[in-house]
């Protein structure tokens, strides 16, 4: 198929698919790209993959996270406990980012509750002064 339809088909920008084919998230398989002069017709093989992009996407892995996981998926290394503790990371990862993200917005509550209304919150944080 052409990157048209593999765009519509999978919901992906045509620059996006672009993109991932040039980091190697995806790859033409030799016959889906003769050579540079004609147009690639991308796989089926292709689609299923940008739908397991979308999907590592959702479970918030990054792209950089993704491409690692199909290379040691590919490569037949990614057992099922080496596969779980990777998602146990992720998890404790996320908590991490929460409790930082909490702590964040109670700083940022100290500021609004401690300003008068003559007082701009956001020049406090930045200059320590009233706007």
Not at 23 to 46: A, F, H, M, P, T
Not at 66 to 73: E, R, V
Not at 112 to 122: E, K, Q
Request: glycine share 6%; aromatic share 10%; proline share 2%.
């Amino acid at each position: 198929m052409q990157i048209g339809e593999l765009s519509k088909r999978s919901g992906f920008s045509r620059d996006t698919i672009r993109f991932y084919e040039k980091i190697g998230l995806i790859k033409l398989e030799d016959d889906d790209w003769r050579n540079r002069y004609q147009s690639k017709d991308y796989s089926e093989g292709v689609f299923r993959r940008l739908m397991a992009i979308r999907k590592m996407k959702e479970y918030g892995f990054t792209l950089n996270e993704t491409k690692g996981l199909f290379i040691l998926f590919e490569e037949g290394v990614l057992e099922p406990v080496r596969g779980k503790r990777y998602v146990e990371r992720k998890i404790q990862h996320i908590d991490q980012q929460i409790s930082e993200l909490i702590a964040m917005k109670a700083k940022l509550q100290e500021v609004v509750d401690a300003s008068s209304c003559s007082d701009c919150p956001i020049g406090q944080v930045l200059y320590s002064m009233s706007c």
